[in-house]
């Protein structure tokens, strides 16, 4: 049987191989294409929006009414539910933005940063 011809991942994995030798002992160099200090300043960001909710209880409004011809009345169950889900949607959100505003979320704003790096700027010498 004759031996297959090395593959070219194999051939770039032995010439990895055989620089990562010749560094032995040598920590690899990283030059920096900017200096590594902080910004006096971060970009105004919004914090992703989440996720939809109610998403079935419209989806379950939207077939009733499809199936009879859009009339309010045969579909009050469903609307009301679709209305209560909405309300308790909103009333979680305002809780969780009183909690942001609070710093309870574990998570700063892009605004809080911005105050904070202009008590503390960073102190940069021209590098």
């Known amino acids: 049987m004759a031996a297959a011809a090395p593959s070219?991942?194999?051939?770039?994995?032995?010439?990895?191989?055989?620089?990562?030798?010749?560094?032995?002992?040598?920590?690899?160099?990283?030059?920096?294409?900017?200096?590594?200090?902080?910004?006096?300043?971060?970009?105004?960001?919004?914090?992703?929006?989440?996720?939809?909710?109610?998403?079935?209880e419209m989806s379950l409004m939207m077939a009733c009414w499809k199936q009879n011809e859009f009339s309010d009345v045969t579909c009050a169950q469903e609307i009301q539910t679709f209305f209560n889900c909405a309300a308790k949607a909103e009333a979680e959100r305002k809780q969780n933005l009183r909690q942001e505003s609070l710093g309870q979320s574990g998570k700063l704003g892009s605004k809080q940063i911005n105050k904070l790096l202009k008590r503390f700027p960073n102190i940069t010498y021209n590098y």
């Open 8 to 56: 070219s991942g194999y051939a770039a994995w032995v010439a990895r191989l055989a620089e990562l030798k010749k560094l032995r002992g040598k920590q690899p160099r990283v030059r920096p294409y900017r200096p590594l200090v902080l910004a006096n300043q971060v970009s105004n960001r919004r914090l992703g929006l989440g996720e939809a909710t109610c998403i079935t």
